[in-house]
T-cell receptor, first 115, second 118 residues
Framework: AQTVTQSQPEMSVQEAETVTLSCTYD???????LFWYKQPPSRQMILVIR??????QNATENRFSVNFQKAAKSFSLKISDSQLGDAAMYFC????????????FGQGTILTVHP | GAVVSQHPSRVICKSGTSVKIECRSL??????MFWYRQFPKQSLMLMAT?????????EQGVEKDKFLINHASLTLSTLTVTSAHPEDSSFYIC??????????????FGPGTRLTVL
């Protein structure tokens, strides 16, 4: 079974600074997807970024980018120019290619942004 | 992006009663829907996967007779918590995906339902 580990229960960053959230996973599969989801206080899950394992290029979405290291099974999220609205709980998630889209989530990291 | 709604957003019920939560995909047909449970400041725990027209697949440790899931149409799935007890109080989240087993589609989440059992 796949597992996803987020070793940072809480992180904080100053507004306009950069922060990196860590995620590692364990799998025996070679084809899969990785995601970062944001859950603000409203508790609505929001997709931040998605990475296909077969793609070597790291995914980027505006101020959000990932560092995907397939051999190391690492998938970190970098938030540049942090904004107050980035404050939320962030979840790393894994999805097998052939699992009906079933997601395995990490424990989550609470990100605080200081003005 | 695609929109998924849940109803109700909050529900309070007495111990021993049953509660039904609806999950609807508003602008797409959801072949597969998922139900999660989340405790405060914790991760989402997958309860079950439901595919339209077939029985739900429950995760290990989830009582199928207590958490009844129905996915009768491509836009609606329901979770019924039967004979609810205070320990069932939690935040329940559904999500929906267009595709089936070889899904390449993003999973879209509903806003969640907070259940409180007195």
């Amino acid at each position: 079974a796949q597992t996803v580990t987020q070793s940072q229960p809480e992180m904080s960053v100053q507004e306009a600074e950069t922060v990196t959230l860590s995620c590692t996973y364990d799998t025996s599969e070679s084809d899969y997807y990785l995601f970062w989801y944001k859950q603000p206080p409203s508790r609505q899950m929001i997709l931040v970024i998605r990475q296909e394992a077969y793609k070597q290029q790291n995914a980027t979405e505006n101020r959000f980018s990932v560092n995907f290291q397939k051999a190391a099974k690492s998938f970190s999220l970098k938030i540049s120019d942090s904004q107050l609205g980035d404050a939320a709980m962030y979840f790393c998630a894994y999805r097998s290619r052939t699992s009906y889209g079933k997601l395995t989530f990490g424990q989550g990291t609470i990100l605080t942004v200081h003005p | 992006g695609a929109v998924v709604s849940q109803h109700p957003s909050r529900v309070i019920c007495k111990s021993g009663t049953s509660v039904k939560i609806e999950c609807r995909s508003l602008d797409f047909q959801a072949t597969t829907m998922f139900w999660y449970r989340q405790f405060p400041k914790q991760s989402l725990m997958l309860m079950a996967t439901s595919n339209e027209g077939s029985k739900a697949t429950y995760e290990q440790g989830v009582e199928k007779d207590k958490f009844l899931i129905n996915h009768a149409s491509l836009t609606l799935s329901t979770l019924t918590v039967t004979s609810a007890h205070p320990e069932d109080s939690s935040f329940y989240i559904c999500s929906a995906s267009r595709s089936g087993r070889l899904s390449t589609d993003t999973q879209y989440f509903g806003p969640g339902t907070r259940l409180t059992v007195l």
